[in-house]
């Protein structure tokens, strides 16, 4: 099993930018990187996704806003959230996924408020 830590999250005005990290207690090399969020009262949802090669998936609301990458020599796994909006408030946790092991982190908060 693979310990993840996210960090970075915060509170931020609308508009403004954020970059959560997501580090791992293991080499990700073979691991479907993830971010979800939940915000309250709402299902938690996926926002970005990222495979061993690179390829990247988001969703709707976040495209062209958000960006993730992954650095296998550090372990490590970026969001950089730009253009902020009070919808983007939640809970925002990372997701590291091989066979069948799916793990997840303790999450981090994002506050988007004036």
């Known amino acids: 099993q693979v310990q993840l830590v996210e960090s970075g999250g915060g509170l931020v005005q609308p508009g403004g930018s954020l970059r959560l990290s997501c580090a791992a207690s293991?080499?990700?090399?073979?691991?479907?990187m993830g971010w979800y969020r939940q915000a309250p009262g709402k299902q938690r949802e996926m926002v970005a996704t990222v495979t061993p090669g690179g390829y990247t998936t988001y969703a709707d609301s976040v495209k062209g806003r958000f960006t993730t990458s992954r650095d296998n020599a550090k372990n490590t796994m970026y969001l950089q959230m730009n253009s902020l909006k009070p919808d983007d408030t939640a809970v925002y946790y990372c997701n590291a996924r091989w066979i069948t092991y799916n793990n997840w982190g303790q999450g981090t908060q994002v506050t988007v408020s004036s």
């Open positions: 293991i080499s990700i090399t073979n691991y479907i």
